[in-house]
């Protein structure tokens, strides 16, 4: 029998105009609750997306968090104690879902075995940025995070075939253009928080002039692709 994980990882990929998860975050949340033995932590990732607006709740008019959207479908769909579930109230792309995973939720609540469990268009890349992040060491030349990932990949489940392949490009691109930019130049944690916070356009401060994001940061990860 398997080592029972301490979490099991679900990233962001967006919701419905309804504020409900799509299909395909659905099956990843369906295979969350299917873990055995059950983790006693579920981090549900992603407060929303830079691309647009998120959708408010219908009688009180507040923003609906991702995160709290996947939650209420852990709880209402599967049983799934509200008390076990860890929500990412900040992250609007992958890099920042295994940012914040990392600093905010797994790190200090010392959570190393981890299931990462996503949709099939999104895999590849999710797994590129989360195994870069989580194998970063906290200060340069130190040693080794004791985190240990594993791999879980659901289907797209009610994506229609031109929208799949239209995410497959942005996920190439996206991952890509990290391997070539961020990914070769941060070697530490406090580098990540460096660049997540000043020069990444979903996280850093506008621009003092013409309220703009740092020109630096306008790369396809960088707008927040999931």
């Known amino acids: 029998m398997p080592l029972p994980y301490d979490a099991v990882v679900v990233p962001g990929g967006g919701l419905t105009p309804a ?117 970063l060491p906290d200060v340069a030349g130190g040693p080794a995070p004791p985190f240990q990932l594993d791999w879980q990949v659901t289907p797209d489940s009610g994506m229609e075939a031109g929208a799949r392949d239209a995410r497959l490009r942005k996920e190439q691109a996206g991952l890509a253009s990290a391997a070539a930019g961020v990914m070769m130049t941060v070697t530490d944690v406090a580098g990540l928080a460096v660049f997540v916070f000043g020069e990444h356009a979903a996280y850093a401060a506008p621009s003092e002039c013409d309220g703009a994001a740092p020109a630096a940061a306008l790369d396809a990860d960088a707008r927040g692709t999931y």
């Open 19 to 135: 504020g409900t998860p799509h299909p395909w975050v659905a099956a990843r949340l369906d295979a969350a609750a299917a873990v055995t033995p059950r983790p006693p932590h579920f981090l549900l990732l992603s407060r929303g997306t830079p691309h647009r607006p998120p959708p408010t709740h219908p009688t009180r008019g507040t923003p609906i968090d991702e995160a709290a959207a996947s939650a209420t479908y852990l709880a209402t769909a599967h049983g799934v104690d509200a008390r076990s579930m860890r929500l990412d109230g900040w992250s609007l792309d992958t890099i920042g879902n295994a940012y914040f995973c990392r600093v905010a939720l797994a790190a200090p609540l010392r959570l190393t075995r981890l299931l990462v469990i996503t949709s099939a268009f999104h895999a590849p890349r999710c797994r590129g940025v989360f195994e870069w992040v989580f194998g």
